[in-house]
């Protein structure tokens, strides 16, 4: 530590000192123990001194043994220093020796050589019958005795490489010594050769064998294990003398398990018993022939070759492994070759099977699940994906299409649409797609819930689409129409089931989101993508009563064009709106079969139309009155007609409550204004008919005033000025029907 950085510890040390004095001494009474406080912190200072004066102490003491040690290994050093200087000297003097004892290294080897002769002696005579024996064990027909053959087999390999082994380290100069023995020992190869077709073959029964003969199976693996042993020891004699062995390594074990991994092929393959040519579910008869063989031989695995193999093989873990590699494998190629779509969506499923419990999922296996890699690595995976969406989306589309054309063809029967418990009339198109839709989504469900959601999704937006396609054949339907409104018969009856058609759409939809998008029950939709769908159905249903009216108006146009002219004046009674009246009549019969939402929609609209054009027949200066009488008696029929509409509606109401609807008092008021005979008090019912209706425009009123025979139009313009004038700051901004005239 530095002056500076000890004068600064200093200081600090300072200051805290005086922070606890003064904590110490905060109140007056503390001050009578000021000298019991500075003998505590005397006796503070001496205990904190003792200890540092001890710590000091031991780190010294360290340091000197430290120092003690330093010097002993430097000692030591120096001493190991002279004693290699010494072995050089005597190595140097060890070496002139060679030259002195080469003729006893030269009867050294050749002893060595005569010892190896004649401890084979007996081997090398009697390698024909051994042959021949271990020839009978392996080829013995009441039971072969392979570890008797192996043994025998190990003796011959034995003696051949121990001569070879005393020919590599004394070469002759001759090469017909290494010709003679190789000629000698050559049937020993064959043996081996023959042996381990025999271990092979059992490998490659194995899961045969070891049902029926589960000590073959591990004889077999005993004469695995002797061979590694062997290997071993020839790999290290190699390392010492550069001697290689013949035939070694064998490798037998690699070439154990390489048997298994070729076995699990042929056995992956061997279950497609056809092709797409011969059968069209060809897939799903391969896909679950291989999940049972899988499985069984799964179950033979653990349960019998676990309890023969040598537990550092890991036979389970290995079948297992073996078994991925080769399905892994087989699906990718079954995928470059190309699949159709329904085999896409079965081999998708099949994934999702491969690792339930009707195969590694099997509780009987024990497999823990989070060792095992997935089958197919997630780019493959996320290519199946991929192709099965695209195809999902040609076939919704087809799918749609094709249940539209038969929807389209239903609208042309010679009777009336179907009508479900509740009397309403309704087709089976919204049906058939949400059926569609949810078989999809169960196969999807099946296979992962991400690809539940994309599918969603997907039907959504096609739903969305399936919306102009649907109104467009709508329009189509509604041009035939026109051409000849006879046709189709049941023209009206079906454009009532369309409309229905929707609001059904429209509760499959939510049900659709809130099945997938666990959206509690009576909760709007969650997603912007369900909310543009809910509100194009709507729209097309809005459409479709559109329609619905506009073709009953084209019925009752012809009549509104009758009010207020001579013709109607003159008629007795009141034909154009008894006619109005029965038509409405005979259309109801038709809307009761329309759901609750859409018939209330529709008679609010029928109610206002009917009105509006009732009113813009009144104000449309068809006619001029000649007289009082005449308008006196064109304003009594305006008031009977208004109230036999008025009682029209009221009968069909919708609304429980059955309220009247107030814009009918507009006819009366108009009337009064009509057939009022003193012309002083006109302004009187002007003031209030613009005051029940804000809405009623200038133009309107001027017009039913000039069709009176005693107002001019000047005169009419004055009242009519007059009459907003002294309204204008009280008008409210109340729409009535008279905002709608010019819809």
């Not at 060809?282 to 063989?293: M, P, Y």
């Not at 099977?353 to 024990?366: K, R, S």
């Not at 995976?381 to 919704?396: A, C, E, P």
């Not at 009123?701 to 204008?728: G, H, K, P, S």
Request: proline share 3%; net charge negative; aromatic share 8%.
């Amino acid at each position: 530590m530095d002056s500076a950085s000890f004068g600064t510890a200093e200081i600090e040390a300072i200051e805290n000192a005086s922070k606890r004095v003064e904590n110490l001494l905060k109140r007056p009474d503390q001050l009578e123990r000021v000298e019991q406080m500075r003998r505590k912190e005397a006796r503070k200072k001496a205990s904190v001194e003792a200890r540092l004066k001890t710590a000091m102490q031991s780190q010294l003491d360290g340091v000197k043994t430290g120092l003690i040690q330093l010097n002993d290994a430097l000692t030591g050093i120096r001493e190991i220093r002279q004693s290699v200087k010494e072995v050089d000297t005597m190595y140097e003097e060890c070496s002139k020796l060679t030259s002195k004892l080469g003729d006893v290294k030269e009867v050294a080897n050749e002893h060595s050589q005569l010892a190896a002769a004649v401890e084979n002696l007996k081997h090398i005579f009697t390698v024909p019958e051994n042959i021949i024996k271990t020839e009978e064990c392996i080829n013995k027909e009441n039971g072969p005795n392979y570890l008797v053959a192996h043994k025998g087999l190990m003796e011959l390999e034995s003696s051949r490489d121990d001569l070879f082994y005393e020919l590599h380290k004394n070469p002759s100069n001759l090469p017909t010594d290494d010709l003679l023995l190789r000629r000698y020992f050559e049937k020993v190869q064959a043996l081996s050769d023959m042996l381990y077709q025999k271990v092979r073959y059992v490998l490659q029964q194995l899961l045969n064998v070891v049902q029926t003969k589960p000590e073959l199976v591990v004889t077999c693996l005993r004469i695995i294990e002797r061979e590694e042993r062997l290997d071993r020891k020839f790999l290290e004699r190699k390392k010492m003398s550069d001697f290689d062995a013949p035939g070694r390594p064998k490798e037998w074990k690699k070439k154990a398990f390489e048997i298994l991994q070729k076995s699990a092929n042929a056995r992956i393959e061997g279950s497609q018993l056809e092709d797409r040519t011969q059968e069209r579910m060809w897939l799903v008869r391969h896909l679950e022939l291989t999940r049972q063989n899988v499985l069984n031989d799964l179950k033979i695995v653990k349960f019998l070759c676990v309890p023969c193999f040598p537990p550092e093989y890991r036979i389970f873990t290995t079948y297992i492994r073996i078994y991925h590699e080769a399905l892994s494998k087989h699906i990718e190629e079954m995928m470059d070759s190309g699949l159709e779509s329904n085999e896409i969506i079965h081999l998708l499923t099949w994934l999702t099977e491969y690792t339930g419990p009707m195969c590694l999922g099997n509780a009987e296996l024990d497999i823990d699940m989070k060792k095992i890699p997935a089958l197919l690595s997630p780019q493959t995976v996320d290519r199946l994906h991929q192709d099965y969406m695209k195809t999902l989306h040609l076939n919704i589309q087809k799918w749609m299409r094709n249940a539209l054309d038969s929807d389209f063809k239903d609208w042309h029967h010679d009777q009336e649409p179907e009508s479900g418990s509740d009397g309403f009339y309704q087709t089976q198109l919204p049906v058939i797609i949400f059926q569609m839709i949810e078989q999809n989504l169960q196969v999807s469900d099946q296979i992962s819930k991400d690809l539940t959601s994309k599918v969603v999704l997907i039907c959504v937006e096609e739903l969305q689409g399936f919306v102009d396609t649907y109104r467009t054949t709508i329009q189509e339907y509604k041009k035939e129409h026109l051409l000849d409104r006879r046709t189709p018969q049941f023209f009206f009856q079906y454009m009532v089931a369309i409309a229905n058609t929707f609001h059904i759409f429209i509760e499959y939809s939510k049900k659709l989101e809130r099945g997938h998008l666990q959206l509690p029950e009576g909760e709007s939709s969650g997603t912007t993508l369900f909310k543009s769908l809910l509100d194009a159905y709507h729209g097309l249903a809005g459409e479709t009563l559109a329609e619905l009216l506009a073709e009953m108006f084209m019925d009752l146009d012809p009549q509104f064009k009758e009010v207020m002219t001579r013709q109607w004046l003159e008629e007795q009674g009141c034909i154009q709106v008894d006619t109005i009246c029965v038509t409405i009549e005979d259309y109801y019969n038709d809307f009761v079969h329309l759901r609750k939402n859409n018939f209330i929609s529709l008679m609010k609209e029928l109610e206002r139309r009917t009105l509006a054009s009732y009113l813009k027949a009144i104000l449309e200066r068809k006619m001029m009155f000649k007289s009082y009488d005449e308008r006196k008696r064109a304003g009594e029929k305006l008031c009977q007609e208004g109230d036999q509409l008025k009682i029209l509606f009221h009968r069909f109401s919708p609304d429980e409550n059955k309220k009247e609807n107030a814009n009918f008092n507009s006819i009366p008021a108009i009337a009064e204004v009509i057939k009022l005979e003193d012309t002083m008090l006109i302004s009187l019912e002007i003031s209030t008919l613009v005051n029940k209706f804000p809405d009623f425009k200038r133009d309107h009123l001027n017009a039913i005033l000039t069709m009176r025979e005693d107002v001019t139009v000047q005169l009419a313009r004055e009242l009519v000025t007059e009459a907003y004038d002294a309204l204008e700051a009280d008008r409210k901004a109340v729409k009535t029907v008279f905002s709608t005239l010019n819809r």
